[in-house]
């Protein structure tokens, strides 16, 4: 699915690929030498990784041990439902990390900001300087009333949408929607402490990260987290699709006009309202988008293949780079969310990704930190 979830104004919609170049030297060698290069080339180094948890590190509250380990990410070849962007599959390996057994919820944000005072981007004034940089030149400015603070919320449409790549169709920006408010300036998070924290931008995660001595998780990490012990299948539960409503909170029914609830929800649901995965870790699938570091850059995951090297701890592409539209600057969201159907986009399936702007927020993105051993030893020591 090719969506994007950046700033637009009164109907105003929003919305480097690194060419890898590698210098080749010929040498002349005799026969004999040439079988030995070639047997050195495809000789590999024993690969060290941290699998288990140090026994002299305690797992941080809230977390759970992920144990390092290789696996496929990317598509599995069973997939139907998968995008372009999600292959081909690729074999990975990263070190054991921490991660947050739960999203990150509207108590846990709430204690961040009543600390630091912090100010999300979906609640700070307006500069039109800025944002008018990033428009079309000519781009008028609109009437201060509608030059105000706010983010995107859902809306349901009224009746079928033939075409599900006009997303403007069921997203709308509304003035006074942020974290505390996050369908709008009526809604409230009151009785709502458990449910994940939402319409907060990349920064937003970022500083919340710095607070907790955190990080965003790696796309490659959070996808290891997700699979658990389960080795190539579509779903962090295996391949069976008839098991979602008791697995994820996603949309059940016609998109976007009528949610069964199925599932038991119609928004976000409170988190570990569903089975955790093989690591203990919940909401895996559906309920929010959840941001990691790496840039969205569709040739990414055929560019790492190409280069025949094993991918170890990677960190994502260099730049970010989106083929259907090269200005944007987006980072990889994770995990789908409560307004996921198979009709469109499915996303609660493992390797399913999307590229979102930094400078966004939307009801349906939030997000959860993970820590490495060297992390908690730093922040034990302090």
Not at 74 to 102: L, Y
Not at 105 to 122: H, R
Not at 189 to 202: C, F, L, M, R, T
Not at 263 to 276: M, N, Q, T, W
Request: glycine share 8%; net charge negative.
């Amino acid at each position: 699915m090719k969506k994007y979830f950046l700033l637009f104004i009164g109907g105003i919609f929003m919305l480097s690929n690194i060419q890898c170049k590698e210098e080749k030297k010929e040498e002349k060698v005799s026969n004999e030498a040439e079988v030995v290069t070639k047997k050195e080339a495809i000789e590999e180094k024993p690969i060290k990784i941290l699998v288990e948890q140090p026994s002299d590190v305690e797992t941080p509250e809230g977390m759970v041990w992920i144990p390092g380990g290789t696996f496929q990410q990317g598509a599995p070849i069973q997939d139907k439902m998968a995008m372009d962007h999600e292959k081909p599959a690729h074999q990975v390996t990263v070190n054991g990390f921490f991660m947050d057994i739960t999203e990150v919820t509207n108590a846990q944000f709430s204690k961040f900001v009543k600390e630091t005072d912090y100010v999300t981007v979906a609640e700070r004034k307006i500069d039109w300087e800025e944002m008018k940089a990033q428009l079309p030149a000519g781009t008028e400015k609109p009437h201060d009333s509608i030059l105000q603070p706010g983010a995107l919320v859902f809306k349901k449409t009224k009746s079928s949408v033939p075409n599900l790549y006009d997303f403007s169709q069921w997203w709308e920006w509304k003035i006074g929607a942020n974290w505390q408010h996050p369908n709008g300036p009526t809604s409230f998070i009151e009785g709502k402490e458990n449910d994940p924290v939402v319409q907060v931008a990349y920064e937003d995660a970022l500083a919340y990260c710095e607070w907790a001595g955190r990080r965003l998780p790696t796309e490659a990490e959070w996808e290891r987290a997700a699979r658990g012990n389960k080795d190539k299948t579509i779903y962090f539960w295996g391949d069976e699709v008839s098991d979602l409503s008791k697995r994820a909170n996603t949309w059940e029914g016609e998109f976007p006009v009528n949610n069964t609830k199925e599932d038991g929800f119609e928004e976000r649901a409170r988190v570990k309202s569903y089975p955790p995965n093989d690591f203990g870790l919940y909401d895996m699938a559906g309920n929010v988008w959840e941001f990691t570091s790496d840039w969205y850059n569709t040739n990414y995951y055929g560019e790492l293949l190409a280069t025949g090297k094993p991918a170890i701890n990677p960190q994502g592409a260099s730049s970010t780079y989106n083929s259907s539209n090269a200005y944007a600057i987006e980072k990889i969201i994770k995990g789908g969310s409560f307004l996921c159907n198979a009709s469109y986009c499915a996303s609660y399936r493992i390797s399913s990704r999307m590229g979102t702007s930094l400078d966004s927020a939307a009801e349906h993105v939030g997000f959860r930190t993970v820590a490495s051993v060297d992390m908690v030893k730093e922040n034990k020591g302090n």
